[in-house]
């Protein structure tokens, strides 16, 4: 079984970076993609980024578009963690940031690439981790 916990957030103020963490258990890194989303409160959850495996030590990475050039995602598979670097917070990224993982199955690279955003191409999910951006 997948077990995703997530860690390292926090209240910062705008302008400010964070980064977090997603220890996860139970998989094989190169079998399955993993991802990030967050939601704010009365707001659904979005996709903010994703990493599907590519070659041993290499993996495709996706972004939306109101954080590309601030944040990055990245995976440390002797680790079995995933983390988001978040730079140049914004007050507009406070929400409670979700880890989210799947197995790859017979999803290719472009058809994630179309649909990595999507919350219903994830299975396994940890708790959560709020982020506070103070303007």
């Known amino acids: 079984q997948v077990q995703l916990v997530e860690s390292g957030g926090g209240s910062v103020q705008a302008g400010g970076s964070l980064r977090l963490s997603c220890a996860a258990s139970?998989?094989?890194?190169?079998?399955?993609?993993m991802g990030w989303f967050r939601q704010a409160p009365g707001k659904e959850r979005e996709g903010v980024a994703a990493i599907y495996p590519g070659n041993p030590k290499t993996y495709y990475a996706y972004y939306a578009d109101s954080v590309k050039g601030r944040f990055t995602i990245s995976q440390d598979n002797a680790k079995n963690t995933l983390y988001l670097q978040m730079n140049s917070l914004k007050p507009e990224d406070t929400a409670m940031y979700y880890c989210?993982?799947?197995?790859?199955?017979?999803?290719?690279?472009?058809?994630?690439?179309?649909?990595?955003?999507?919350?219903?191409?994830?299975?396994?999910w940890g708790q959560g981790t709020q982020v506070t951006v103070s303007s």
């Open positions: 139970g998989y094989i890194a190169s079998s399955y993609f």
């Open positions: 989210a993982a799947d197995r790859v199955r017979s999803r290719t690279p472009v058809y994630f690439g179309s649909s990595w955003y999507q919350a219903y191409e994830y299975n396994y």
